[in-house]
């Protein structure tokens, strides 16, 4: 069964501090990993793709990796932000599926405080 | 504005009564999703369209209908059928179905509750 693991659950970090997510996948056959933010009542953003080729992706402060042979991924965010605090979620896509086949880890809420 | 709108933002439903969500893109994309989210759990799908006239059930469609007459709108219909409507739903749209790459647009979500 594809499964999507997110830790940890729930993450409180002072404004100004780095912190790194985690997401580990069963997903088979692999084909890409997204990385989403998902304010309180509002839909997911997307922050980066990654492919089985590529091991990093960088948007702003956003820093994803990916580890194809240990299936793991994980997101750094760099000098938190107020606006940072979000749920993040992981999403794992099958290969030679089509978009229509995700699947999503159940999130990992950040907390930012002053 | 290019974008994916969802009407209405909030909406609550008595038990028994069929409602409809409301989803609109004018992206021009050919896919479009709709998703269950509920507290601590991942997106779970609904439906989904990739052309107009034709959709497909996703892992929980019992309870739920759909209609794809046109490219732009993708409504969710919430029947009496469904054990527990009460959650966050989501309405998603792709450009082109086939590309592995393909981002999900999301919109703004609808919040239904069932008294």
């Keep these: 069964k594809n499964q999507v693991e997110q830790s ?37 953003v997307s922050l980066t793709i990654m492919t089985f080729s590529e091991n990093t992706k960088s948007n702003g402060r956003y820093t994803a990796t990916l580890d194809a042979d240990t299936k793991q991924s994980s997101l750094h965010i760099t000098a938190s932000q107020l606006s940072d605090s979000a749920s993040y979620i992981c999403v794992v896509s099958v290969s030679g599926a089509g978009s229509y086949q995700l699947t999503f880890g159940k999130g990992t809420k950040l907390s930012v405080i002053p | 504005d290019g974008g994916i709108t969802q009407s209405p933002k909030y909406l609550f439903r008595k038990e028994g009564q069929n409602v409809t969500l409301s989803c609109e893109q004018n992206l021009n994309h050919d896919a479009m999703y709709w998703y269950r989210q509920d507290p601590g759990q991942g ?19 019992e309870g739920y209908s759909v209609s794809r007459e046109k490219k732009e709108s993708f409504p969710l219909t919430v ?37």
């Design chain 1, 8 to 44: 940890p659950q729930s993450l409180i970090i002072l404004e100004g501090k780095n912190c790194t997510l985690q997401c580990n996948y069963t997903v088979s056959p692999f084909s890409n990993l997204r990385w989403y933010k998902q304010d309180t009542g509002r839909g997911p």
């Design chain 2, 79 to 115: 029947t009496s059928a469904q054990k527990n409507p009460t959650a966050f739903y989501l309405c998603a749209s792709t450009p082109i179905p086939q590309r592995e790459r393909n981002e999900q647009f999301f919109g703004p979500g609808t919040r239904l509750t069932v008294l």
């Design chain 2, 43 to 61: 997106l779970r799908l609904i439906y989904y369209s990739q052309i107009v006239n034709d959709f497909q059930k996703g892992d929980i469609a």
